[in-house]
């Protein structure tokens, strides 16, 4: 890992973080703990939800309407657990993102809305994790026109003019974080919150289940991100979160 920078990425705490995630879960699965640790510590945390889920299911007997409504209450329900302020709902259709040039509109009104001083999203290079996994096109195309939506749109006044007659004036976000990299740089210590987001996941019992062998393989998970933490500080926890992280400007 790099030296660090100012405003050092793994200890500070955002006054105000938005989390666009691709599907109702994404953000309990890659964040959960850093999203709980930084709620406690005062952070004004609002997640974005691109879509709400309304295909993630093998179950033959419910509609995708029924669906949606399950899970935007399950990602309610597991914002609560972590102390998150708010949940935006921007209920595109599930597993049909692309990060064109409406989506990065959304995105970027969102943006300028909550006026965060710290993004979360995907990191659109990651296409493959392991051997066993390929990432879903949502989660690229999410990551993708978040970036877009950060820079250059949320900072120049000549793009979508039209935001600016809804009083909404350009915003520099500094600080991003991307998780599910695969060149992470940045390591939140998770460990005083690991059940804190497991509890948060157990809300999502529409797609893993709530039982603790549903949600066993999330520890295995977060002790190996710090396995793969390169220059891990003395006290530094078994579980952790990573991120790829840019300061801009």
Known sequence: MSEPRYPDPAITVPERLLMIQAHPD???FSSGGTIAKWAAAGSE??????????????DPNITGEELMALREQEQLDAAAVLGV???????????????????R?????????????????????????????????????????SLAAVFPSCRDRRTFPELLVEGLEPIDV?????????????????????ETKIEALRKH??????????????REWNRENTRNHPNKPEGFGEYSESYKYMHIG
């Not at 945390?45 to 093998?58: L, N, Q």
């Not at 302020?85 to 989506?103: N, Q, S």
């Not at 995907?122 to 026109?145: K, W």
């Not at 019992?205 to 393989?217: E, N, R, V």
């Open 85 to 103: 302020k708010d949940v935006i709902f921007l209920r595109y259709h599930d597993a049909t993102l692309v990060p064109d040039l409406r989506l």
């Open 26 to 28: 994404d953000a309990e």
């Open 45 to 58: 945390i609002i997640y974005c939800s691109i879509t709400s889920g309304d295909k993630g299911t093998r």
């Open 174 to 194: 500094p600080n991003i974080y991307m998780f599910g990299s695969a060149s992470a740089d940045c390591w939140i210590d998770t460990t005083d919150y690991i």
């Open 205 to 218: 019992a529409s797609q893993i289940g709530g039982t603790d062998a549903d949600l066993s393989f999330v």
């Open 105 to 145: 509109l959304d995105l970027t009104r969102v943006i300028r809305q909550v006026r965060p001083t710290a993004l979360m999203c995907f990191d659109p290079s990651t296409r493959f994790m392991g051997d066993g996994y390929i990432n879903h096109p949502d989660h690229l195309a999410a990551g993708e026109a």
